[in-house]
């Protein structure tokens, strides 16, 4: 094949250039062991019996609560000063969005945003917050992205794609490089995944890092809802494929509605995943309820998947016992007050 058809690989490299480049605006954030004393005193003592060590890696710390910072102010910063003129456009659901308007802000350029109408509008009013104009559209991923490309051609901005760039794959490849240098000895990572920004970034830099160091790498897995396995599809026959909007929209993390994963994020996810495993919906307010109440990090649906992977499918990861290693990304915390009143009610409930 032809390198038109195949989308080449980031090199570690561009990651380190991207770490230095992101240094003064996004944070370090931490990795938080989840305490077995704290779930059993939250009620949940057989999964703490049964789980493995959990290292929780609080992306929430960011200044716009999720790891999108990293890879948009990674793109924006590298654009020259006319671009920075004709401003930016990105489509989102949320969390990219925030990133670009906060890094657009810090560089100096305007910001439009195309969100889907139905976005959470706690995260509506962070971007709006950000500086930003917000443009709605439709349900569909697809949707947004071509609306984007309308109002780009129309007016010159530039595109912040959400997920499928190069310079935002290095971007948010640098919370790999922290996750090796936090926990040297980690067996597991786990990532969410929909349109693939994350799990391609922090996969590509901890093999290639460990590669590079001589030493081995954990396993790197994707996690993402059942009701939107799109990415899982696609791992598994090896061939990209796109679920309808009407599917992937039924699931409660609303940033993992992506239709597909991205052509770019798929190649490095091949090169560099160990596998994709899905969960319930069940499965992650149970996730998002233990976060609330046995730790001090409030975590977003979207968030939450990867915890609800390493405490109801252990099972499916190679060689897990109650002694594995395992990092769980925390991807946002953009938590919808509603919602988390519900899961604060469905907890009281279930003490009664």
Same mark, same amino acid.
């Given at each position: 094949?032809?390198n038109?058809t195949v989308p080449?690989?980031?090199?570690?490299?561009?990651?380190l250039a991207?770490?230095?480049?992101?240094?003064?605006v996004?944070? $370090?954030?931490?990795?938080?062991?989840? /305490?077995?004393?704290?779930?059993?005193?939250?009620? +949940?003592s =057989?999964? %703490?019996d049964? *789980?493995?060590?959990?290292y929780?890696?609080?992306?929430?710390?960011?200044p716009?609560?999720?790891?999108?910072?990293?890879?948009?102010?990674?793109?924006i910063a590298?654009?020259?000063?006319e671009e920075?003129? $004709?401003?930016?456009?990105?489509?989102? /659901?949320?969390?990219?969005?925030?990133?670009?308007? +906060?890094? =657009?802000? %810090?560089?100096? *350029?305007?910001?439009?945003i195309?969100m889907p109408?139905?976005?959470?509008?706690?995260?509506?009013d962070?971007?709006?917050?950000?500086?930003?104009?917000i443009?709605?559209?439709?349900?569909a991923?697809t949707? $947004?992205?071509?609306?984007?490309?309308?109002l780009?051609a129309?007016?010159g901005?530039?595109?912040v794609?959400?997920?499928?760039?190069? *310079?935002?794959?290095?971007?948010q490849?640098?919370?790999?490089?922290e996750?090796?240098e936090?926990?040297?000895?980690?067996?597991?990572?786990l990532?969410?995944v929909s349109?693939?920004g994350l799990l391609?970034?922090?996969?590509t830099?901890?093999k290639?890092?460990?590669?590079?160091a001589?030493r081995?790498?954990?396993?790197?897995?994707?996690?993402?809802?059942?009701?939107?396995?799109?990415?899982?599809e696609s791992f598994?026959?090896?061939?990209?494929v796109?679920w309808?909007?009407?599917?992937?929209t039924?699931?409660?993390?609303?940033?993992?509605?992506?239709?597909?994963?991205g052509?770019?994020?798929?190649?490095?996810?091949?090169?560099?995943?160990?596998?994709?495993?899905?969960v319930?919906e069940d499965?992650i307010?149970?996730?998002l309820?233990i976060?609330?109440a046995?730790?001090?990090?409030?975590?977003?649906p979207?968030g939450?998947?990867?915890?609800a992977a390493?405490l109801?499918h252990?099972?499916?990861?190679p060689n897990?016992?109650?002694?594995?290693?395992v990092?769980?990304?925390v991807s946002?915390?953009n938590?919808d007050?509603?919602?988390?009143?519900?899961l604060?009610?469905?907890?009281?409930?279930a003490?009664?």
């Open positions: 094949m032809s038109k080449s690989l980031i090199a570690l490299a561009d990651i991207a770490r230095d480049r992101i240094a003064t996004t944070v $370090r954030t931490p990795l938080v062991p989840l /305490s077995r004393d704290r779930l059993r005193a939250a009620g +949940f =057989a999964l %703490a049964t *789980a493995p060590d959990i929780l890696k609080d992306e929430s710390a960011q716009i609560k999720s790891f999108k910072l990293r890879g948009a102010y990674n793109m590298q654009l020259s000063p920075l003129k $004709r401003g930016v456009i990105t489509y989102s /659901s949320g969390n990219h969005a925030q990133g670009v308007a +906060f890094s =657009a802000r %810090a560089l100096g *350029a305007k910001a439009v195309v109408a139905n976005s959470p509008q706690v995260k509506m962070a971007t709006r917050a950000f500086g930003a104009e443009v709605t559209v439709g349900p991923s949707e $947004r992205k071509l609306k984007a490309e309308e780009a129309a007016h901005y530039t595109i794609p959400p997920y499928d760039d190069p *310079a935002i794959i290095a971007g490849a640098t919370c790999g490089l996750i090796l936090q926990l040297p000895g980690a067996d597991l990572v990532s969410p349109g693939g391609s970034g922090i996969a830099a901890i290639l890092a460990s590669a590079a001589n081995t790498s954990p396993q790197i897995f994707g996690c993402e809802p059942e009701l939107s396995g799109d990415s899982a598994r026959t090896k061939t990209l796109e309808p909007a009407e599917k992937t039924r699931t409660l993390c609303d940033g993992l509605r992506t239709q597909s994963l052509r770019s994020n798929f190649e490095h996810i091949l090169q560099f995943v160990d596998g994709i495993v899905t319930t499965e307010r149970t996730a309820r976060f609330l046995a730790t001090d990090i409030v975590a977003e979207s939450a998947v990867t915890l390493a109801f252990a099972h499916e990861f897990v016992t109650p002694t594995t290693k990092v769980v990304l946002g915390g938590l007050p509603d919602l988390r009143s519900q604060e009610s469905e907890s009281a409930a003490h009664v």
